[in-house]
């Protein structure tokens, strides 16, 4: 993994695109590399970096993307705590921002 402060830049430059067809393409490889990204990193970092990349302006957009979080989440329940945490609350924020596009 690249030093902290290029993972968080790369982080906050990904989750500031509103071009979902930038970001995609690099939803596997954001999902795929959630936790390796996690555990070299200090908690604090890793904690803020996850927060940045994980993809929920992609809800609605690419389908079945709540599907591949919670394929994520199984995968990994012996991941750390706080990252479990992250991806759930994301996982919240894609199921309520689906919820309301469907109410338009």
């Known amino acids: 993994m690249p030093p902290n402060a290029i993972a968080f830049a790369t982080a906050l430059g990904l989750g500031r695109s509103h071009r979902p067809e ?23 970092m890793a904690l803020r970096t996850a927060n940045y990349v994980f993809p929920t302006a992609l809800a609605g957009r690419v389908d079945g993307l709540d599907a591949r979080v919670e394929a994520w989440l199984e995968a990994n329940a012996d991941a750390p705590s706080t990252l479990i945490k992250v991806v759930t609350e994301g996982l919240d924020e894609i199921r309520r921002s689906l919820r309301a596009q469907q109410a338009r």
């Open 22 to 44: 930038d970001l995609e393409p690099l939803l596997d490889d954001i999902l795929a590399s959630l936790r390796p990204m996690y555990e070299s990193m200090s908690s604090f």
